[in-house]
């Protein structure tokens, strides 16, 4: 099996460019938060923070009239300590509806939404980026721990059925059901659409796992691959034999393209001889899941993970099986995420009760 630090390391180097590009128009407290949680945190994490700071300073730029017009790399601590509560709930109610600028105008080109899970994310920012400043003694207080954060309420984790794991596999295997158009294009991809869907229900891989595989990372041999997991951690995951059958008849196949320049090891290519893109595998899941759960128009890479890990749990029972698999650092993370209690599961546990029995007819004699 062969290092896929390369793909990750490109990864990498992409979002610290775009971290540091950011920045640059940030205040200069903002590149120093950034650079110190780099040692505690990947590149996804400080790219969603440094898109989180420019939201939130563009807001204060434009929104507030104590801050009205500054540029946002000239704030300074004695400023960002002048932050009041008041202007951190205006910044709640500003994220559920504003506008999307052209760099360096005034012209809004996007609308934008925030619903409360997002609202929390944003205003967790924030708060990690005024601990920060707090601590290192450059604000005399805090006064982000005084907004509360969203509550979030619950929905139910969507997921496919068997019955609707099954259709989506015979789509992606016959193409019915699918346009015109695009049985067109699935003669081309059948071998590789095919392989993808049965990778994420049959091992619960991340499609950011997923798209960074090479060639190499695969062993029919012993049924395993290995998988670059969130903070760079490599481990070795197994896969049924189903998964190895698409598995080995799409790399029969992939053996026949020519990559482009740079794209020589991936396992999962594009039309265009590319690695193929997150949105690419999203778009494919969502064009199969149309026609296999119209009901269910969400489902998405993630949610095919969920259908693997909820299969997985009913079948074992055993949720620190699943949270391993899943890479989960704790196991309440998959107890919250997984642990689907079906009725099925609920009348188990009815069946499995046992009461004494006793006869009241007796009681009845009694009264008369």
């Given at each position: 099996m062969a290092?896929?630090?390369?793909?990750?390391?490109q990864?990498?180097?992409k979002?610290?460019?775009?971290?540091?590009?950011?920045?640059?128009?940030?205040?200069?407290a903002?590149?120093?938060?950034?650079?110190?949680?780099?040692?505690t945190?990947?590149?996804?994490t400080?790219?969603?923070?440094?898109?989180?700071?420019k939201?939130?300073?563009?807001?204060?730029q434009?929104?507030?009239?104590?801050?009205?017009?500054?540029?946002?790399?000239?704030?300074?601590d004695?400023d960002?300590?002048?932050?009041?509560?008041?202007?951190?709930?205006?910044?709640?109610?500003?994220?559920t509806?504003?506008?999307?600028t052209?760099?360096?105008?005034?012209?809004p080109?996007k609308?934008?939404?925030?619903?409360?899970?997002?609202?929390?994310r944003?205003?967790?920012?924030?708060?990690?980026?005024?601990?920060?400043?707090?601590?290192?003694?450059?604000?005399?207080?805090?006064?982000?721990?005084?907004?509360?954060?969203?509550?979030?309420?619950e929905?139910?984790?969507?997921?496919?059925?068997m019955?609707?794991?099954?259709k989506?596999?015979?789509?992606a295997?016959?193409?019915?059901?699918?346009?015109?158009?695009?049985?067109?294009?699935?003669k081309?991809?059948?071998?590789?659409?095919?392989?993808?869907l049965?990778?994420?229900?049959?091992?619960?891989?991340?499609?950011?796992?997923?798209?960074?595989?090479?060639?190499?990372?695969v062993?029919?041999e012993d049924n395993?691959f290995?998988?670059?997991?969130?903070?760079?951690?490599?481990?070795?995951?197994y896969?049924?034999?189903?998964?190895?059958?698409?598995?080995?008849?799409y790399?029969?196949?992939?053996e026949?393209?020519?990559?482009?320049p740079?794209?020589e090891?991936a396992?999962?290519?594009?039309?265009?001889?590319?690695?193929?893109?997150?949105?690419?595998?999203q778009?494919?899941?969502?064009?199969?899941?149309?026609i296999?759960?119209?009901?269910?128009?969400r489902?998405?890479?993630?949610k095919?993970?969920?259908?693997?890990?909820?299969?997985?749990?009913?079948?074992?029972?055993?949720?620190?099986?699943?949270?391993?698999?899943?890479?989960?650092?704790?196991?309440?993370?998959?107890?919250?995420?997984y642990?689907?209690?079906?009725?099925?599961?609920?009348?188990?546990?009815?069946?499995?009760?046992?009461?004494?029995?006793?006869?009241?007819?007796?009681?009845?004699?009694?009264?008369?």
């Open positions: 290092d896929a630090s390369s793909y990750r390391e990864i990498d180097a979002r610290i460019v775009q971290i540091r590009e950011i920045a640059r128009e940030l205040p200069q903002c590149g120093d938060f950034l650079r110190a949680i780099a040692v945190t990947g590149t996804f400080r790219l969603a923070y440094a898109i989180d700071l939201t939130f300073f563009h807001f204060l434009t929104e507030r009239v104590l801050f009205a017009q500054k540029p946002l790399y000239a704030f300074t004695a960002l300590a002048q932050l009041t509560q008041s202007d951190l709930t205006a910044y709640v109610e500003y994220l509806f504003y506008y999307k052209e760099p360096d105008s005034d012209v080109v609308a934008l939404t925030n619903h409360d899970l997002a609202i929390k944003k205003l967790c920012s924030i708060r990690a980026f005024y601990e920060y400043l707090f601590k290192n003694q450059r604000i005399p207080a805090n006064v982000t721990t005084l907004v509360p954060l969203p509550k979030i309420h929905k139910p984790i969507l997921r496919l059925t019955d609707e794991m099954h989506i596999l015979e789509q295997a016959t193409g019915d059901g699918l346009t015109d158009r695009q049985k067109a294009w699935h081309l991809t059948v071998k590789r659409d095919y392989a993808l049965s990778l994420f229900l049959g091992t619960g891989v991340r499609v950011s796992e997923c798209i960074g595989l090479n060639i190499a990372d062993n029919l395993a290995l998988v670059t997991r969130k903070g760079g951690n490599q481990v070795v995951l896969f049924p034999p189903e998964v190895a059958e698409a598995l080995a008849e790399l029969a196949e992939r026949k393209v020519d990559p482009l740079g794209h090891d396992l999962f290519l594009s039309m265009q001889r590319r690695r193929i893109t997150q949105r690419a595998v778009n494919l899941v969502k064009k199969y899941a149309a296999a759960a119209p009901l269910k128009p489902i998405s890479p993630h095919l993970r969920s259908t693997f890990a909820t299969n997985l749990y009913n079948k074992t029972g055993d949720i620190y099986l699943v949270a391993d698999v899943l890479g989960h650092s704790s196991v309440d993370t998959t107890r919250k995420h642990a689907d209690m079906t009725d099925a599961r609920r009348r188990m546990a009815a069946e499995n009760v046992e009461l004494p029995v006793f006869d009241t007819s007796s009681a009845d004699q009694n009264k008369q």
